[in-house]
């Protein structure tokens, strides 16, 4: 039997560990909208959206963990593109939460109806193309070309989400506009490792801001809980 010589380098055992945390972040922060929503819809939608933050990327970085751990595998490989393709299914039901989530904080205030429409069918196709098997995702090389279009099209969602936030502004002293700027942010992060994180891997170290602005998110629901 081979012997497994595999030594877990410092930097990608602190990758595991802010994992970890982040995963432990979502899951406590979740279950605390639960806990004190008494009832209040726009909390139970922050729980909702928490946990589908969470449950979408430990698909994702749960076998990341074990590969920082214990090296990589055909198995983890697999797992790691099963995890890509539920995570980016996951991160856009997350948009339409927010979407629901703005309608809930800011009730007096109508979303513009074609923006509405544009956010859902965007969503929609997003998650169409992300069932494609022409995705290849759990493959070294990927599909560039479908990469490109699932993610554009998910920039349309984004884009106006961030509109939503950008008009509602600072109404009822909530400073919102926050919203706006971590979605950009992770938005600014997120593209560039999906579409060059294969030929240039040290990109995706712009994942670490992008998860930052996740839990910034997060965080400005609890400001409003607690």
Not at 20 to 29: E, G, N, R, S, W
Not at 61 to 75: C, F, H, T, Y
Not at 78 to 101: E, N, R, W
Request: glycine fraction near 8%; charged fraction near 15%; proline fraction near 4%.
């Amino acid at each position: 039997m081979k012997k497994n010589t595999y030594k877990p380098r410092v930097p990608d055992l602190m990758e595991a560990i802010f994992d970890v945390c982040y995963l432990t972040f979502d899951l406590i922060a979740g279950i605390l909208f639960f806990l004190y929503s008494k009832g209040n819809i726009l909390f139970i939608l922050y729980g909702i959206l928490t946990l589908t933050l969470c449950g979408g990327d430990a698909f994702h970085l749960v076998p990341r963990v074990i590969r920082a751990l214990k090296g990589s595998n055909d198995k983890i490989k697999k797992q790691l593109g099963i995890g890509l393709q539920v995570s980016s299914i996951t991160m856009t039901v997350f948009y339409i939460l927010l979407l629901y989530i703005w309608k809930n904080t800011f009730y007096e205030m109508k979303a513009p109806v074609v923006l509405e429409i544009t956010i859902w069918v965007s969503a929609i196709i997003r998650i169409v193309i992300c069932f494609l098997p022409q995705n290849k995702w759990c493959t070294d090389e990927g599909n560039l070309k479908l990469s490109i279009v699932r993610n554009a099209v998910f920039a349309v969602t984004g884009v106006g989400v961030i509109i939503l936030y950008a008009i509602s502004g600072n109404t009822y002293g909530y400073h919102m506009t926050r919203m706006a700027a971590a979605i950009i942010i992770s938005f600014g992060c997120y593209l560039p490792v999906t579409l060059f994180s294969k030929k240039i891997p040290k990109i995706g170290m712009l994942m670490i801001p992008k998860t930052c602005a996740y839990i910034w998110i997060i965080v400005m629901g609890l400001q409003l809980l607690l």
